[in-house]
């Protein structure tokens, strides 16, 4: 089992931020026709933004037996999903208050262990074969 940490895109956030760049590159030329280009510009930024943020998201590669799995961690939730490459949810599971939780994949088990911060922020420390990898 190999595992790795890697980036995955949110389309909720990719999608709404290309829509949003879109209007606003069609407002930035009419203000600019206008000679008023100063808050349409700003809406580009913004927009930008938000593109930039649907790349943050962070998740966990899990190889083996020419299966590829996703372990995606969802912050707002606090939930852990566990998916396929074609994006089939495979197992949903809420992060472990106190003690650490096994999680049975089709290439073994993983055990993930949340680690509360103060004002919210959690880390996810996932064991597999020996190795710790930590998601902040």
Same mark, same amino acid.
Request: glycine share 4%; with cysteine.
């Given at each position: 089992m190999n595992v790795k940490k890697?980036?995955?895109?949110?389309?909720r956030l990719w999608k709404f931020g290309l829509s949003y760049l879109a209007l606003s590159l069609l407002l930035l030329t009419v203000g600019l026709i206008e000679k008023r280009p100063?808050?349409?510009?700003?809406?580009?930024?913004?927009?930008l933004g938000f593109l930039a943020l649907a790349n943050r998201? #962070?998740?966990?590669?899990? /190889?083996?037996?020419g299966k590829t799995l996703l372990l995606v961690p969802d912050y707002a939730t606090?939930?852990?999903?566990?998916?396929?490459?074609e994006g089939?949810?495979?197992a949903r599971d809420f992060f472990p208050l106190f003690e650490e939780k096994t999680l049975e994949t089709p290439c073994g088990t993983l055990?993930?262990?949340?680690? #509360?911060? #103060?004002?919210?922020?959690? /880390?996810? #420390?996932?064991?597999? /074969?020996?190795k710790e990898?930590?998601?902040?």
């Open positions: 890697t980036r995955v895109k949110n389309q100063v808050l349409s510009l700003m809406n580009v930024f913004i927009a998201f #962070r998740a966990l590669r899990v /190889e083996c037996n606090s939930t852990i999903t566990l998916k396929d490459t089939k949810v495979l055990g993930i262990r949340a680690i #509360r911060h #103060r004002f919210g922020k959690v /880390e996810l #420390r996932i064991k597999a /074969e020996g990898i930590t998601l902040p």
